[in-house]
């Protein structure tokens, strides 16, 4: 499962620790996944319980989070009690209500779904802040094939707002993979579309007997893709940044195509796909200092939650007493 360390402008747990974060999600999605595999298959997980006993006895929403991330590292007191503390971090992974589950693939997709709403969580809040997340993305179908699909070692950027010389400027989908860096942008629309591609403006797309025009993609992803390479060359990083547009359930043809962007259609995805799941290595130290570079020059829009913010108040009103003559 990717790793969303990016989204649009909210604050991110990566941003505070990317070294430490990306592994720790990985070891602890292991032990949860094996954990509750284990459940569902000596049948725990679905054992008939009077439903007043689940509602008395019905964990806590920290319990529940706890739960699921169980054990936090011993280093981590503050947020391990923290989040112990705070009801919106909670994340149900409870299965005794879901007793249809009658196999190891619909197991597997539940599983997903409840870590797909933790992500969401990390990369919109912190220890200290949290940001304002726009429903949509909690189905955004895009969002979860990138999450959901993709492999562990990959690290996605979606719809990031970079600051560039004062300015905010949102780029679309970025995956930092071990071997490269990939800007993404996306041409779906009604299945079995097909895309005319030129150096104008603006594409022909066909659909069954109707023509229209889209906005030519290599637009913004040439732009994308011209500050990406250079935030990679001027931190010094070997990483290749690639290019490509990805249209799952149409067709592009573009005869005289640029050199150097991929276009991944419907005939083209399956194998473009499969090679990126086919890297297994483990995140790269290159592919961290890569992340680090991007994240840099991301623009943040977040607020203090309500913890810290009285903890604020009370170190404001004590250095005010301080300082009174």
Known sequence: ???????????????????????????????????????????????????????????????????????????????????????????????????????????????????????????????????????????????????????????????????????????????????????????????GTAYIGSGDRFWVKKWGDTETRVLNPLISLKRMERIIEQIIEYAGIELPVLKGIISRNGYIDYPQSPVGYRFIDKREHDRWFSQQRAGRSPIKSVQLKAAKAILDYCQTTSFKRVHYQQETLKEWNSTTEEDSP
């Not at 054990?71 to 009801?87: G, I, N, S, W």
């Not at 409870?94 to 870590?115: A, G, V």
């Not at 990031?160 to 629309?189: D, H, Q, R, Y």
């Open 1 to 191: 499962m990717a790793q969303l360390i990016k989204l649009q402008d909210y604050v991110s747990r990566y941003e505070t620790d990317l070294y430490r974060y990306p592994s720790q999600f990985v070891r602890l999605k292991k032990q949860q996944w094996e954990k509750m595999k284990l459940h569902w298959e000596s049948g725990a997980a679905f054992a008939s319980i009077d439903k007043e006993v689940i509602n008395k006895e019905k964990p806590s929403a920290a319990r529940k989070l706890m739960s699921f991330f169980k054990k936090m590292d011993d280093d981590e007191p503050e947020e391990t009690e923290f989040l112990k503390q705070q009801a919106d971090d909670e994340i149900d992974l409870e299965i005794s209500s879901h007793s249809d589950i009658s196999t190891e693939e619909e197991l597997k997709k539940y599983f997903l779904d409840s870590i797909f709403d933790f992500q969401l969580r990390w990369a919109s809040s912190t220890i200290s802040e949290k940001s304002y997340v726009d429903n949509s993305y909690c189905y955004d179908e895009r969002l979860k094939y990138l999450l959901q699909r993709f492999p562990d070692n990959t690290l996605v950027l979606y719809f990031p707002v970079l600051k560039i010389k004062n300015a905010p400027v949102e780029l679309e989908v970025i995956l930092i993979t071990p071997t490269g860096v990939w800007c993404l942008s996306f041409l779906e629309f009604e299945d």
